[in-house]
């Protein structure tokens, strides 16, 4: 690469009290090419982005923009430089219309907007756009990855010459993912744009970027083209020496206990439209079940209802042989726990403490409390120091706030707490969102853990592969029905693929 | 330890950015700003007389902004420890009136639990209506202020009201003998001692207990709550019941130790100055008790501003309002001052 590359990171240093995040990072991104930034969960990949969008402000170093020295302060300023972002969560203003997010977003904005002018430029360029949307559609009405195709065209229409990806695939399908990542490279192709791609995902890498970085720790490990590199060798940039978690080989269990029973189970959207209908599900000791399918096909609900979030419209949830109201008392007699996707919206609570939000199962049990109703914090931080050092939490702290810490660490920090206990049925969705591979080993060998000790396990995903290699038998949920059942043995990719798509 | 830290420096910073937007409001009044800090402090504190004053005024202002903490703290924003308030002292009036005769504790006792739990009451359907209803609860709460003194006015003025109280109508009295005593030769009543003695408790509560925890669970994320399987409605409940019988125990306080019986003094703005001193506070039910004194220093301090440096009444409002605004702008600053961010200790 003789050419000047369009964005330098320079020694960049960043400290957040004084946990170092980022030591001396230096990165190089190509004009007109695709480069990934790699990393296990924490290592700062998420940390260095936000210091070149001046979301951050770095302790120290240097960015360079089109070769010249930039100060970027503050997100506007990136954006009027032309360095635009998609962030790890959505940043779509929920009850606005996608013509009114994109214009809101643009720096200098005027005081009064000439509104009908505004839409008619922004509908002249939808047609450069890789993908077209009715600009007066609001928000609401988008599934995740139609808003993760928003976020993009939003910063293409603010002119947008460098785009920074943060795990923009985690929310979309395989199938989604590859659309929206050809049409991105496309737009490369031509020079006109250069994008930075933080991602988890090898098969991504290999497929897409055209240069690899890769960080450890905070510590920059190094760069390479990605036609000299090979998934492993890059696994083994990402973690050093260590080796990954073996997954146990699977127990056979002799008699079939039924542990769950789902009978007839209706449930409703928020709109009132029904998401899941007469559904029945068995669940048997000592099994995963897996359940398949593109999101929005009522895994949610289903999720929410067994978690005790929603209450089904019809039908009849019944635990070992008696009717479940997912009420706390029940969950501890039948050892029932539940983790749905998104942790920090569903499942912990952003500013209480790592060591709280680790303790939410358990703070009202005998070995955490005295006389009943007194809570022993002592109790509860030895808890959670034990399994930060368990599970390899990066954290601060058992004090620190758990909306703090890195998306994949908060996850690790939710599954120790749900997976360190006794378990008779566990219900997982997604819970290898925003892993890193390593995590994710480890991860799927605690679940087949689980299993070979007896829980009976309701994984919910959409990645095949996943339930492909976890589960013992499997469904395609479609439209609120599970429409097929196989196994991983006997599986047809071509006719689960039929299924998914409904029909 | 460091997040305490963190919270008494921003604090004490709001404080004293405040005393200077005072002493820049009081300069345009014409007046020294020394001097009007002086006579505030002499006012507020300045003399066992004057503590007294602030004492008796702090007594209510520590219940009243429990009605606003308790529910804070499982994420709703009542303002309704005014009418509460009203409700707690006009059925404690109603009670003692009814049974005045019986010895004097049995009334004492059956005011506090009549008032306290009709106030509790009170509040707790502003809960009620927010679970279950999704009515907002800071409107809700704010109109029932409204309702709770409209009935008072029309029983101090129609069916309850005592022939002799001319140009203050008022309820018959509950009776001398009933009614609170004072601590010593003070004229300080032992309605202090409750104030502190609730916020103790209410403290204890919420940060050594489990209800304490699973309020702050349900506070922070109720799907978090809900996913637990925490029995939420009952905590919301019963975090707005506690709120309304505190604000309610201030108005059976007015009373039985002030009144002797039910009027407009019920009404007379502690369960909005609660609101202040909650928020000033954080919700913390401890930290309560000292911004009560400081608040009601700086009501207690009113008159002698009035006469001594000819400033309106309304003066003390002003400095009230000028410290919310610091109090609240400084919650922007959690998090983002560097040396006061807490140390690691394992990476
Ligand atoms: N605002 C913050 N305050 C304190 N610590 C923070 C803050 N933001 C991030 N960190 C810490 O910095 C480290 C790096 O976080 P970062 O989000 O950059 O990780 P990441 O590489 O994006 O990981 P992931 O793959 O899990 O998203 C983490 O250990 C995290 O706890
Ligand atoms: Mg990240």
Not at chain 1, 306 to 332: C, D, I, T, Y
Not at chain 2, 248 to 274: C, K, M, P
């Amino acid at each position: 690469m003789t050419e000047q590359p369009i964005l330098e990171a320079l020694s960049i240093c960043k400290q957040f009290g004084d946990v170092r995040v980022l030591n001396n990072i230096s990165l190089k991104l190509g004009r007109g090419t695709v480069h990934a930034l790699l990393g296990e969960n924490g290592a700062g990949k998420s940390t260095l982005v936000k210091c070149i969008m001046g979301y951050y402000r770095p302790d120290d170093g240097q960015l360079l923009f089109e070769g010249r020295e930039a100060q970027i302060v503050s997100p506007e300023q990136a954006t009027a430089l032309g360095i635009g972002m998609v962030y790890q969560h959505f940043t779509l203003i929920p009850n606005m219309s996608i013509a009114e997010n994109i214009v809101l977003s643009r720096p200098n904005l005027p005081a009064v907007i000439n509104w009908p002018a505004e839409i008619s430029q922004l509908e002249q360029r939808m047609g450069e756009m890789p993908f077209q949307f009715e600009l007066r559609r609001s928000i609401n009405s988008l599934s995740a990855g139609e808003k993760q195709k928003v976020e993009i065209i939003k910063q293409l229409l603010l002119n947008a010459k460098v785009l920074i990806l943060d795990e923009p695939t985690s929310v979309l399908t395989p199938t989604e993912a590859d659309e929206v990542l050809d049409k991105i490279y496309q737009l490369t192709r031509d020079g006109k744009l250069s994008v930075l791609i933080i991602t988890h995902k090898f098969r991504e890498v290999m497929k897409y970027a055209d240069d690899v970085t890769v960080l450890r720790k905070g510590e920059y490990i190094g760069s390479a083209k990605v036609a000299d590199v090979d998934p492993e060798k890059l696994a083994k940039m990402m973690v050093g020496e260590e080796t990954l978690t073996q997954a146990p080989s699977r127990a056979s269990h002799k008699n079939r206990r039924c542990v769950v029973q789902i009978d007839k189970l209706t449930v409703n959207n928020e709109q009132g439209l029904a998401a899941i209908s007469n559904l029945d599900l068995e669940l048997y000791a000592g099994e995963i079940i897996g359940i398949a399918g593109v999101s929005g096909n009522g895994q949610k609900q289903l999720t929410e209802v067994l978690g005790g979030q929603r209450a089904p419209l019809s039908g009849q949830l019944r635990v070992n042989g008696q009717a479940f109201g997912a009420s706390r008392r029940e969950m501890v007699e039948h050892q029932f726990y539940c983790l749905p996707e998104e942790p920090l919206r569903n499942a912990c609570v952003a500013n209480l403490s790592v060591a709280d939000n680790i303790a939410l199962r358990k703070f009202d049990s005998p070995a955490f409390t005295s006389m009943k109703w007194i809570v022993k914090r002592k109790a509860i931080r030895d808890f959670a120091l034990d399994l930060i050092q368990q599970y390899k939490i990066r954290t601060a702290g058992p004090e620190q706030n758990i909306g703090a810490l890195s998306g994949g660490n908060v996850q690790r920090a939710v599954l120790a707490r749900e997976l360190a206990q006794a378990l008779s049925v566990l219900v997982v969705s997604n819970p290898c969102f925003g892993l890193d591979f390593k995590a994710v080993a480890d991860i799927r060998a605690r679940l087949l853990e689980a299993r070979n000790q007896g829980t009976a396990v309701l994984l919910l995903s959409e990645d095949l592969d996943e339930i492909l290699e976890l589960s013992d038998r499997f469904f395609v949920i479609s439209g609120g029905q599970l429409v097929y059942q196989t196994t991983p043995q006997e599986a047809d990719l071509q006719t689960i693929g039929r299924y998914m798509g409904g029909h | 330890m460091l997040k305490t830290v963190e919270i008494w420096c921003l604090s004490l910073g709001a404080l004293l950015l405040s005393m200077l937007l005072i002493a820049a409001f009081i300069f345009t009044t014409g007046n020294s700003p020394s001097e009007v800090f002086h006579s505030l402090y002499r006012g507020a504190f300045g003399s066992w007389f004057s503590w007294q004053n602030t004492l008796v005024r702090a007594a209510p202002l520590m219940l009243t902004a429990l009605c606003t903490a308790l529910p804070a703290r499982v994420g709703l924003i009542v303002i309704g420890g005014e009418g509460a308030m009203v409700v707690g002292g006009l059925t404690a009036a109603i009670t003692g009136i009814a049974i005045q005769d019986a010895p004097s504790f049995m009334v004492m006792s059956a005011m506090m639990i009549v008032g306290g739990g009709c106030a509790g009451l009170w509040i707790l359907a502003v809960g009620a209506l927010r679970h279950y209803r999704n009515v907002n609860e800071t409107i809700s709460s704010l109109l029932l202020n409204y309702i709770a003194i409209a009935v008072l006015n029309f029983l101090v003025v129609g069916v309850l009201k005592d022939p002799a109280t001319l140009n203050n109508p008022s309820t018959y009295s509950i009776g001398e003998k009933n009614m609170i005593t004072s601590i010593g030769d003070s004229s300080v009543h032992w309605g202090l001692v409750y104030g502190l003695v609730v916020c103790l408790a209410m403290w204890f509560v919420a940060r050594r207990t489990t209800f304490g925890f699973a309020a702050d669970v349900t506070g922070g994320n109720i799907r978090a709550a809900r996913l637990v399987g925490l029995p939420v409605a009952k905590i919301v409940l019963l975090s707005c019941f506690l709120g309304g019988a505190a604000a309610g125990l201030a108005g059976v306080i007015e009373i039985a130790a002030i009144q002797g019986r039910a009027n407009s003094s019920l009404n007379a703005g502690y369960g909005y100055a609660g609101i202040l001193v909650a928020f000033l506070a954080r919700h913390n039910p401890l930290a309560i008790i000292p911004y009560a004194l400081l608040l009601g220093g700086i009501q207690a301090s009113g008159g002698l501003l009035q006469r001594a440096h000819d400033l309106p009444d309304a003066t003390v409002a002003v400095f009230q309002g000028i410290i919310f605004m610091m109090i609240l702008s400084s919650e922007m600053l959690y998090g983002r001052i560097k040396f006061l961010q807490p140390k690691s200790m394992i990476s």
